[in-house]
């Protein structure tokens, strides 16, 4: 294939990847699949293959992995087999690579059956398949994610607690600074250079800040489609631990990383809007729609069996827990911080729910599918909330699983939620979390050490 030849291609890529490309011929293309855990996974290749449109493919086996990278014991026919399949590259998702000493851009790609079916268990598919159930109503979710995340001192001992990274003054960072300016001076050629990233990448921004942890942050992302939101915090998870790296510290997306420190979340804005952009959440007089009060109905009553998604992971519990400015409940409350759900001040055109539940080491499409599931069932079933939570729902009882296992019965028992998001996809979650928490057992922490073994 001649330069000429794949010229002529480029011009099939996003605007925002042309511009940044200003005529160069790549020379290398990631493509890359979400899987369940959310690590990427995929092949990377020289433009000159990838442009020659050949079938490309991936064994199913690649969603069967835990988090470690072992394989969970499936029930699925002949999973062992690993038959292929077809890798499609959606060429809306490419965005360049800018941290690559050579031309690279990325695009997300898509498994499908040799019949051109999706495969199900993918997570963009699990998320596909419920904007599909909306929009067969006319109904077309809005979200906008915020994400939390510590930079830290390099971690290079699994046995030495993680600690904050030194900011600019020469000091270790220190919590309790929410808002703080000057908090974030202190990382900004770490920020600076996720800025720079995301500009050429195409990624926006809306608001970068300082949260309560020591080296927490936190960037905020426009609404938009979910699709499109979940592959932006996939793409940013990328883009924040490289700029990290190259200033010589970590990103860690973990849900609870230090101790002493606060979790950090993945808060998830959500609004569904008709056809022609009108919140549905708001009825022509300002007031909230029945459609409103099912969807939050759906989230309360619905959200603790899908926490197992939203919480995927052991430490995932860590950070919900009381006191620890994360919700232990689903009661809701407008701007009320406290609760679970929580229903920010806004005009009627932009009224939502804002999910506080989730982790940010979850997988961002099976969070945004497992919510928009809830609420799609509380729409359908007019289903009706509590009466609002005045207070501090922090001092209300504990509703929310203690345990990924405690998550994952829920879940299982759930046949309902389970045909929204895909029977097969939920029996290979469970199967992999359950692996990932009988590796965790195998696991002799410092707490063990330092307590039972001179006192028991």
Known sequence: MSNQDIEQQVTDLPEQLQEWLAGRIPDEVECVVPDIVGIGRGKAMPARKFFKNSKMFLPSSIFYQTITGAYAEVDVENAWTEADHVLRPDFSTARSVPWTSDVTFQIISDLYTHDGQRVGVAPRNVLRRVLDLYAAEGWYPVVAPELEFYLTQ???????????????????????????????????????????????????IDTVMQEGGAGQLEIN?????????????????????EAALRNECYATFMAKPMEDEPGSAMHIHQSVVDKDGNNL????????????????????????????????????????????????????????????????????AARRVENRVAGMDCNPYLAMAACLACGYLGMKQ??????????????????????????????????????????????????????????????ISPWERQHLLLNV
């Open 221 to 241: 992302l426009n609404h938009g489609d979910p699709l499109n939101l979940a592959d932006q915090v996939f793409y940013f998870k990328r883009t924040i631990r």
């Open 281 to 348: 959440f708001s009825n022509a007089d300002g007031t909230e729609s029945d459609l409103f009060w099912g969807f939050l109905g759906g989230q309360q009553k619905l959200l603790s069996d899908v926490v197992c998604i939203l919480a995927p992971f052991v430490n995932s519990y860590r950070r919900l827990v009381p006191d620890d400015a994360a919700p232990i409940n689903l009661e809701w409350g407008t701007d009320n911080r406290s609760t679970g759900l929580r229903v920010p001040i806004s005009d009627p």
């Open 382 to 443: 007019k289903l009706s909330p509590r009466p609002e939570a005045k207070g501090v729902a922090y001092d209300m009882p504990h509703e929310l699983p203690n345990s990924v296992l405690e998550g994952l019965e829920l879940l299982e028992a759930n046949k309902e939620l389970q045909e929204v998001l895909g029977e097969d996809f939920c029996k290979i979650y469970i199967a992999l979390k359950q692996e990932e928490h009988s590796e965790y057992l195998r696991v």
């Open 154 to 204: 390099p971690n290079t001992d699994y046995n030495t607690p993680v600690k904050p990274p030194y900011g600019r003054s020469g000091r270790m960072g220190v919590g309790r600074q929410t808002y703080s300016i000057s908090g974030v001076d202190e990382y900004e050629r770490v920020v600076d250079l996720i800025y720079d990233y995301a500009e050429e990448q195409g990624l926006e």
